[in-house]
């Protein structure tokens, strides 16, 4: 989004002027190749434009040359500090590892940016916050977040000085405060990378996406993040949905029908958690970007709904429609659910 640099996966941009990228994670061991191949057309189906594989050992490595052959999402691999591992990636057809060169002997190094730069991979490379050193702790009077900065930058300046430019930055703690300032940190010293963003294991449920959205809604505002991913305990494909909810509340990007509906109070003429409910499933084959509001009542509901596209406006005995900001037709509550497939209709 703000990155003066544009890195590019097979079609896939980051950074520059591209949108901010939704990305997941694998969360099937490569060797279970169908499941694996489902769960990516589960994620592709949902908007995914990126997913992190784990490859662990060698032996899965024809697993992952298997699954980059038969994708179309875009695939990086999640390595860490094996270089021969990092190697068999980019042979399985990777066009994007994560790795943690600080944990590499140099002359292996070597030959994974030799390699990276002879098949135009893009590579990430970041610190977590379980990761930190005791001499980066050091070095950062204490300061975790500081920590964090410097154990990137670490790995940053090895492969720079290798003139490897083809990078995404990233550091992830799971705490929000100590992950916003350590981005904050790398965003004001390489404004010039890319960078993925996101808070680790921000955990189950509602505390996880609260957590995860508190992170990335705050980075995204100061204008810091290409392609993110929220992490959650939960199916990737809920990771994916999230994140395009949060990039659609900050109004970054558009995905699917922007529903706006009212919390309800006593005043609620229609059930409207009854109506949302019907009403959801219908939305699946509207364009991006169409505004639907469901309100409860008469007293605020016809103005709100008149300024979305579609309005539902609750009344004593069922419901006003509104197209456009002109009324479709009033109609009794057990009459909604047949009109509203035409209400829908372009
Ligand atoms: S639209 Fe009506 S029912 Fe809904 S919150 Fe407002 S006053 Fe209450």
């Known amino acids: ?60 490595a024809e697993d992952l040359k298997f699954l980059v052959e038969h994708t179309k999402l875009t695939i990086m691999a999640d390595i860490h500090f094996d270089p021969a591992l990092a190697l068999a990636a980019m042979e399985a057809g990777c066009r994007a590892i994560r790795i943690n060169p600080g944990n590499m002997p140099l002359n292996k190094l070597n030959d994974v940016i030799t390699t990276a730069k002879n098949l135009g991979v893009v590579i990430r490379i970041g610190a977590n916050g379980g990761s930190i050193s005791l001499a980066q702790l050091d070095a950062a009077k204490g300061n975790r977040a500081e920590a964090l900065y410097i154990a990137v930058r670490e790995q940053a300046e090895l492969l720079l000085s290798q003139n490897f430019t083809n990078l ?56 810091i993040g290409d392609t993110l991913r929220v992490s959650l305990t939960d199916e990737p494909e809920r990771e994916v949905k999230v994140g395009y909810e949060i990039l659609k509340s900050l109004e970054l990007r558009v995905k699917g029908v922007n529903l706006i509906s009212c919390p309800t109070c006593g005043r609620r003429r229609a059930d409207v958690m009854k109506l949302v409910k019907v009403v959801e499933p219908m939305l699946k084959n509207l364009p991006d970007g169409v505004s639907l509001a469901v309100m409860g009542c008469e007293v605020n509901g016809p103005k709100e709904a008149r300024h979305a596209q579609y309005g539902i406006a609750g009344t004593p005995g069922g419901a006003v429609l509104f197209k456009e900001g002109k009324p479709f037709g009033e109609y009794k509550f057990e009459e909604l659910e047949k009109i509203l497939p035409e209400f829908l209709k372009n």
């Open 168 to 223: 995404i930055l990233s550091a992830k703690s799971s705490s929000v405060p100590e992950c916003i300032k350590a981005n904050e940190l790398i965003a004001a010293n390489y404004p010039e990378f890319p960078m993925h963003i996101g808070l680790t294991e921000a955990g189950p449920g509602d505390g996880g996406i609260v957590k995860g959205t508190a992170c990335i809604s705050n980075l995204l505002l100061k204008g």
């Open 1 to 60: 989004m703000n990155s003066k640099r544009q890195v590019k996966i097979n079609d896939l941009t980051i950074g520059g002027n591209a949108p901010v990228r939704v990305e997941s994670m694998l969360k099937i061991s490569l060797d279970k190749r169908e499941e694996v191949l489902a769960q990516c057309e589960r994620l592709i189906n949902c908007g995914c434009e990126m997913a992190r594989a784990a490859l662990p050992r060698l032996e899965y």
